[in-house]
């Protein structure tokens, strides 16, 4: 069994109540748009991280994060992108990558939009934690935490702040 926490576009924020939320979790997924290499540094820092780079993101950030992951975790194929959108509505490269990769679960950001869907047509689930740090339009900061088990997410709780800095 995994504890998997799952952010994206942190915008350079990771603060006390993501700390909080996340320090049970074995592993933090982030989405991209971490903001600069320090937030890398912090996350990773604080438990184990698996990242794509976001369109926001520098340089710097790339070389260490690509622009997708693709593994798997207790029986579920994971795909990790950016920008990607949702069912019916996917970016074309997300799609060529779903098309190719066939995940069991896709993960993206970008939009700054907390959304969890079944895709029925490519028999996934399409997980966007929306926005876990302070800058954008979103009006509440969001993250996930949940459990990866013989092939089933279990347990998908959602971690929402108001959007200000905690330290």
Request: net charge negative.
């Amino acid at each position: 069994m995994a504890y998997i926490g799952l952010i994206s576009d942190t915008h350079c924020t990771f603060d006390a109540p993501l700390k909080e939320f996340l320090k049970g979790v074995d592993t933090i997924w982030h989405a991209g748009d971490f903001g600069n290499i320090e937030t890398v540094d912090a996350i990773a820092a604080f438990k184990p991280l698996i990242g794509a780079y976001g369109n926001c993101d520098p340089y710097v950030v790339r070389l260490v994060h690509p622009v997708m992951r693709f593994f798997s975790v207790d029986g579920m194929k994971v795909l990790i992108t950016h920008i990607g959108g949702y069912p019916g509505h996917y970016d074309k490269y997300a799609l060529s990558l779903i098309n190719s990769y066939k995940p069991d679960i896709f993960v993206c950001g970008h939009s700054h939009i907390l959304k969890v869907v079944n895709d029925k047509l490519h028999n996934m689930m399409v997980i966007n934690p929306g926005a876990a740090g302070i800058q954008g339009f979103h009006q509440v900061r969001t993250a996930l935490r949940f459990h990866i088990e013989n092939g089933s997410i279990k347990d998908m709780e959602v971690g929402e702040w108001e959007r200000k800095l905690v330290l």
